[in-house]
C-alpha cells in the first residue's frame, strides 16, 4: 500500500496546507462489493458511469485513509433506505428525493474532522423504501476523501485488544450502539435482529470474543473461516460487562475470519435476544519473518519511479517496499524533530553511517528520510532492523531526484498544487494564468542554508541548484524552490502558470541538471 504522506504532514502541521479532497469512482478496485450490484452509464454521473442495487444484504465497503468521507450517488423517487455504519457507528441513510425528480452526483452521506488514520464505511442494502419513493435501489457513484486517499482491504487485526469498531469489524443488519464506562472503549455494538452480523478479520491463532451479557442476551451462532456454526447462549445473571463470551483456541498460524450471527432466539431464562459485540482479544500469531526490501524497494515517495531509475537524493523522502517491517500493527510520528524508531519491532534504519528519521512504518512499507550527509553520487546501503534482524539493500545516489506528491497517493494525476488562498488547485477551482501557485516535492537536493536531517525546517531557505518548471511544455517562471517551514523533508515550488493553456496539463520539474520528475503528474487551468 503506498502510504500518502501528506495525511502525514496534515496532521503534524496542520495549518501548512489546505484541506485535500480526492474523488474516487466507484469501479475502483479498491472498494469492495457484495452481493448484487448493476453497472449504469449516464453522461451525468460522475466518470460517466456508477452501481446500484437493491437486492438485501448487498454491501459497498470502502477502507480509506483521511479524515473524511463523502458518498456520491443518485437520488430520485426509486432510491431507497440503507444501512450505513462508519467505524463501527451504524445509522440509517434515506436516499429518495422526495420531489421526484432525478439528482445526479449528490452528497448522499457526509463526515468530516475524522481522526487522522485508517477508516471503514460499510454501505447496506436492506430492501425499503420511505413513502415517498416508489422502490429501494442505492446508487453509489463516487467517493470523495478529505486529507487522504482509499486502502485496499480486508485490513486483519493483529495481536492484543481490538475494540467492536476497529476497521477489521463489519457490520451487516440492523445494529445499535450504546455508550458507558463499563464498556471496553467506552461503547458496545448490540443488535437483536436474526440474521444481523457481524465479521472479523483477523491475524492470529487464537480468539476471544468479548462480550455484554445479562438478563436480557439471547443466543448468536459462532462460526470460523465459514465452517460449521456453534451456538452460544450469552444470557448470564447477574450482568457481566467486558466478559469473555467465546473462544478459539489452536488456529493455525495466518488470517482467519469470525462471524458472529444473531438469531433472534433466547432462552426460557432470558427476557430477550441482545446479542453484544464489545471487542476482541486476539493472540498467537508468532513472530514475523526478517524483515526483507522488494529488489529496487527505495524509491522516491512522491513519485514511486522503479528500479533501474530510482536513485534518490540526500534529504529526501523515500518509500521503502517490502515485508515484515514491523512485529505487529503500524506506527506514524507525531512531533518533529521526527523518531529514529518506529513500531512494534523497534523498527529502524540506517544508511551513510547515520539512523534515518521515520514518517510511517507498516508492515510492508516504510517512508523515511535520506541523511543530508550521504554523498550526492555513487552507491549506499540502507539496513532494516526489526526485532534484532535486519536486511541490506544497495540503492543509487543523485545531487537532486525531484518528484511532485499527487492528491492520488500513487505519483500520477493530479498535483498536491494551492491557490495563493491556500485553498486546492483542482477542476471544480482551477488556476489562472499569471497567478503564482505552490507545488510540494521531495528531492530537491541541498538548500542554503542547510538543517539537520529529520528536523523541523525554522527559516526561509533555497535549493542550491537551480529548479526549472514547464507547465502543459511551457515555461514556468520559478520564484521560490526550498524545503517548507515547519517541516521535514518536504519541498515547496512556487511558480507563476504561463498564458495560453487551459484545461489538464503537465507538469515536469527539472533540478540543474540532475533529474526531472516523472511525467503523468498534471493541474488544472482556467
Known amino acids: 500500500m503506498k502510504q500518502k504522506l501528506i495525511v502525514f504532514f496534515l496532521a503534524l502541521a496542520p495549518v501548512a496546507f489546505a484541506q485535500t479532497l480526492t474523488r474516487v469512482q466507484q469501479n475502483d478496485p479498491r472498494i469492495i462489493y457484495t452481493g448484487t450490484w448493476y453497472p449504469n452509464t449516464n453522461s451525468l454521473e460522475s466518470g460517466g458511469t456508477a452501481q446500484l442495487a437493491n437486492l438485501k444484504g448487498s454491501q459497498a465497503i470502502v477502507f480509506f485513509n483521511g479524515t473524511g468521507i463523502n458518498w456520491i450517488g443518485t437520488s430520485d423517487a426509486y ?107 467506552g461503547n458496545v455494538n448490540l443488535a437483536v435482529d436474526a440474521g444481523a452480523h457481524v465479521d472479523f478479520t483477523f491475524n492470529g491463532t487464537a480468539i476471544t470474543w468479548l462480550g455484554y451479557r445479562d438478563e436480557w442476551s439471547g ?118 524533530p521526527l523518531p529514529t524508531q518506529l513500531g512494534s519491532g523497534n523498527t529502524t ?11 510511517i512504518v507498516s508492515a510492508g512499507q516504510i517512508n523515511a528520510q535520506i541523511p543530508f550527509e550521504c554523498p550526492t553520487t555513487g552507491t549506499t546501503n540502507i539496513t532494516v532492523t526489526v526485532s534484532g534482524q535486519t536486511t541490506t539493500q544497495t540503492f543509487s545516489l543523485a545531487p537532486a531526484s525531484p518528484g511532485l506528491f499527487t492528491l492520488s497517493g500513487t505519483g500520477a494525476g493530479d498535483g498536491v498544487i494551492l491557490h495563493g488562498n491556500n485553498s486546492l488547485v483542482s477542476t471544480s477551482n482551477p488556476a489562472s494564468a499569471g497567478e503564482q501557485v505552490v507545488f510540494y516535492a521531495t528531492g530537491l537536493g541541498l538548500t542554503t542554508p542547510s538543517f539537520a536531517t529529520g528536523a523541523a525546517v525554522n527559516q526561509t531557505n533555497r535549493t542550491t541548484a537551480t529548479v526549472t518548471m514547464t507547465i502543459g511544455g511551457k515555461n514556468a517562471v520559478v520564484t521560490y524552490s526550498g524545503l517548507t517551514l515547519g517541516l521535514a523533508g518536504l519541498y515547496q515550488i512556487n511558480a507563476i502558470v504561463p498564458t495560453g493553456i487551459t484545461g489538464s496539463q503537465g507538469v515536469l520539474v527539472t533540478v540543474g541538471g540532475n533529474g526531472t520528475s516523472r511525467t503523468g503528474v498534471t493541474m488544472s487551468i482556467r
Open 79 to 185: 432510491s431507497g433506505l440503507c444501512y450505513l455504519t462508519l467505524d463501527g457507528v451504524p445509522t440509517t441513510v434515506d436516499t429518495a428525493n422526495a420531489a421526484g425528480a432525478t439528482l445526479y452526483q449528490q452528497s448522499l452521506y457526509s463526515v468530516q474532522g475524522l481522526t487522522p488514520g485508517l477508516h471503514r464505511l460499510t454501505i447496506e442494502i436492506f430492501h425499503s423504501h420511505d413513502a415517498a419513493s416508489d422502490a429501494s435501489w442505492i446508487w453509489v457513484d463516487a467517493f470523495e476523501i478529505q486529507n487522504g486517499t482509499l486502502v485496499a482491504g480486508p485490513l486483519a487485526a493483529d495481536a492484543g485488544l481490538a475494540e467492536q469498531n476497529s476497521v477489521s469489524a463489519n457490520y451487516s443488519g440492523h445494529w445499535f450502539q450504546n455508550a458507558g464506562a463499563q464498556y471496553s472503549g
Open 219 to 336: 443466543i448468536a451462532q459462532v462460526t470460523m473461516d465459514g465452517g460449521q456454526p456453534v451456538t452460544v447462549d450469552t444470557y448470564l445473571t447477574p450482568f457481566a460487562a467486558q466478559t469473555a463470551t467465546y473462544t478459539v483456541n489452536g488456529l493455525s498460524p495466518g488470517t482467519h475470519t469470525i462471524t458472529i450471527t444473531a438469531t433472534g432466539t433466547h432462552s426460557a431464562a432470558s427476557g430477550a435476544s441482545w446479542i453484544w459485540i464489545d471487542g476482541f482479544q486476539v493472540s498467537g500469531n508468532g513472530t514475523p519473518g526478517p524483515p526483507a526490501i522488494s529488489a529496487g524497494g527505495v524509491v522516491n515517495s512522491a513519485s514511486f519511479v522503479a528500479a533501474p531509475d530510482n536513485q534518490v537524493a540526500p534529504g529526501q523522502i523515500v518509500a521503502i517496499f517490502g515485508q515484515n517491517f514491523t512485529a505487529s500493527g503500524s506506527a506514524n510520528a507525531t512531533s518533529l
Open 349 to 359: 534504519l540506517t544508511a551513510c553511517g547515520v539512523a534515518l528519521p521515520l514518517y
